[in-house]
């Protein structure tokens, strides 16, 4: 008997945290496991944020915060935003929530109508469709491979434009592929949306402090098309703080109210200690920031001339976040001990049974002939995991 909504049996579980979590089982049962799925910093919360979280606790900071979280942390968001991304914002058109994952699916959930098309391009980052399905809305998805660098081109968004389509979500940097749109990219869509009333971007920026390209872009940035963007954006990547669930979105009045009104009937504001220390992060010193990106970009260099070493990979040079995704199709219809790779996600699988490296197929990012792999881990673990990979890859014919 299968008693659940419509909504959740529509619904696929996350491909990225499944594949953290297997891992994680196997690193339990004493597996010398290398994990390179989950996208998540390696590097510990810096000092001087869990010591503003720590006299949080001490100064009773234990009961409800506004809805929207505390206007001390909306006031540091509005002058991160105007001093690193020259964007003008009051805190009232700030709200705060557990994480950007919850940002970007209250935006949607306060956006999509049933039926309504929401353009997503592909590879995406796994939740997003399933964000617009939970909404009862349509994702379009619009493919970019590698030969594009992962990204859309002005005419792919027009043509995928119809008098239904509610929104676009946009990522860049992106998860997975580490594209970043350029300045010039960003106008070109800007204005092929110009030409169409009422489309809303949910731009996704919460690789923003992850680039290797000096210098992060944001589509708010055209004065013409900011009213219809939702920035989204958080402190999990930028200060590794994964586990303290702050995000935040930037927009026009209507929709921060009503991301106000469903967070206040379905998890009120966020975790009270969480957003001191989010704003002690974007009030506090910069230089951990700088410091976690310098290791990323000299990863970043590292698998990627590991990677290209790899017979059947295809590897593009990510200007930003901390992933690679190679092409790896050619693998796909080959076998090993009577067992064939099917998919990407089988061999997302047998990467994971026979050299214990963990990755995720790229079928749940919409690009089923990939393969994502964070970077997010120590030199040792990408030299020793790239070799893994390359020699069991070896045994398949
Ligand atoms: N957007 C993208 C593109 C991501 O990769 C992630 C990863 N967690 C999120 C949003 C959500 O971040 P958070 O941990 O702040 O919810
Ligand atoms: N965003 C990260 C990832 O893509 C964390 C997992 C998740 O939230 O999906 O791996």
Request: glycine residues 8%; contains cysteine; neutral net charge.
């Amino acid at each position: 008997m299968n008693q659940l909504s419509d909504r959740l049996n529509s619904l696929s579980p996350s491909a990225t945290l499944a594949m953290s979590q297997k891992s994680a089982e196997l690193k339990a049962q004493g597996v010398d496991v290398i994990n390179l799925s989950v996208g998540e910093p390696d590097f510990n919360t810096p000092d001087h944020i869990k010591e503003a979280a720590k006299k949080a606790i001490d100064e009773n900071y234990s009961r409800y915060s506004p809805v929207a979280g505390y206007l001390s942390l909306r006031e540091a968001i509005v002058k991160k935003l105007k001093t690193e991304n020259g964007l003008d914002y009051t805190p009232a058109q700030i709200s705060c929530s557990n994480g950007a994952k919850q940002s970007v699916c209250n935006t949607v959930l306060a956006l999509v109508n049933p039926g309504d098309e929401v353009i997503i391009p592909a590879p995406y980052w796994v939740s997003y469709p399933e964000m617009v399905k939970l909404a009862g809305g349509v994702p379009v998805t619009v493919p970019a491979g590698i030969s594009q660098d992962f990204k859309i081109t002005p005419a792919q968004l027009e043509a995928a434009i119809t008098p239904r389509t509610k929104a676009l979500i946009l990522c860049s940097p992106s998860n997975p592929t580490g594209s970043v749109y350029s300045k010039e990219e960003l106008a070109a869509l800007a204005a092929v949306l110009l030409r169409h009333s009422g489309i809303i971007v949910v731009a996704d920026e919460i690789y923003e402090h992850i680039n290797y390209i000096g210098r992060h872009e944001s589509i708010a940035q055209f004065p013409e098309l900011k009213d219809r963007v939702v920035v989204v954006n958080g402190v999990s990547k930028a200060y590794a703080m994964t586990g303290w669930r702050i995000g935040f979105i930037a927009a026009p009045d209507w929709i921060v109210k009503a991301c106000n009104k469903l967070q206040g009937q379905y998890t009120s504001g966020p975790c009270s200690v969480s957003q001191k220390a989010a704003e002690a992060a974007y009030t506090g010193t910069q230089a951990p920031v700088e410091a976690m990106r310098q290791a990323f970009e000299r990863r970043r260099d590292l698998i990627v001339k590991l990677a290209k070493e790899v017979p059947g990979f295809e590897v593009n040079k990510p200007q930003g976040a901390f992933y690679l995704f190679p092409k790896c199709s050619t693998y796909i219809g080959k076998s090993c001990g009577g067992r064939t790779i099917g998919s990407a996600e089988d061999l997302a699988m047998f990467l994971l049974e026979e050299a214990h490296v963990a990755t995720v197929g790229g079928t749940s990012f919409g690009a089923p002939g990939y393969i994502r792999m964070s970077y997010a881990t120590s030199d040792e673990n990408i030299v020793e995991a790239i070799g893994r990979m390359k020699t069991t890859l070896a045994m398949l014919g």
